[in-house]
C-alpha cells in the first residue's frame, strides 16, 4: 500500500470513529393507527378472530396487520386504518394532532403510548360490527427506543428526556423527546406525521441525539 493510500485509510478510519461517537439514530414515521385488545378485535371482525401479519415493524415481534376500520368522529371520517398487532390489554388509536382535529376529537393528550389517563373517544367501525372507544384515543409523545447496551454505551436513562435532530432539508431540533429502553426494542426514534412535516421528512431518515 503506496503512502497516499495509507493517508487515504487513515482519514476514512479517523471518520468512522468520529461517527461511532456521535448518537446517530434512524428516524421513522408513525402513521395513524389503532391497537386492538382481543375482545375489541372479536367484536369488530368475528368471534375468535386472529389478526393477519402483513409485514414486520422494526420493534421486534410489532407487526403491520392485514385488516384495516375506519374512525368515525363527530366531525369526520377516516378510512382504511392500520391496525398493528400483536393485541393488546386495552385499545389505542394513535393520531397526530391534524388527524384528531379533523375527526373531531374532544379531549386532544399527548401521552406515552399505554398511558390512557384523559385519552379522547372515537367509533372504531370493522368488518363485523363497532366499537365505542372511549378513552383510547392519544398522539403519541414523539419517543426514541433503546436497548439497554445502546443506553449504557450513550449514557442515557429509561424514561429521561432528550432532544433529537434530525436531518434533512427542513433540519430540526426536536425537544421533550422521551427515551424508552428495554432489550425488547431496537434503536429508533418514532414520530408523527405532523412532526415529519415540520422537519421535512418525506420517508425513513436520521437523526443525532443531543443529550
Known sequence: M??????????????????????????EISARHVHLSQSDLEILFGSNYSLTPKRDLSQPGQYLSE??????????EMNNVAILGPVRKNTQ??????????????????NES?????????TIVGKNGSIEAKNSVI?????????????????????QIVKVKVYGIRSLIFDEVVARVSNKFM?????????????GLLSQGYGEIIL
Open 2 to 27: 503506496n503512502e497516499q493510500s495509507l493517508l487515504i485509510n487513515e482519514i476514512s478510519n479517523s471518520i468512522k470513529y468520529e461517527l461511532s461517537k456521535r448518537k446517530i439514530i434512524k428516524v
Open 67 to 76: 385488516e384495516r376500520v375506519k374512525l368515525v368522529g363527530t366531525k369526520s
Open 93 to 110: 388509536v394513535e393520531l397526530s394532532i391534524s388527524d384528531a382535529r379533523a375527526l373531531g376529537v374532544k379531549d386532544i393528550t399527548i
Open 114 to 122: 399505554g398511558y390512557l389517563q384523559n385519552a379522547g373517544s372515537i
Open 139 to 159: 398522539v403519541a409523545k414523539r419517543h426514541i427506543h433503546l436497548r439497554e447496551e445502546d443506553a449504557r454505551e450513550w449514557n442515557i436513562e429509561n424514561g
Open 187 to 199: 434503536p429508533a426514534m418514532h414520530i408523527d406525521f405532523d412532526e415529519a412535516n415540520a422537519c
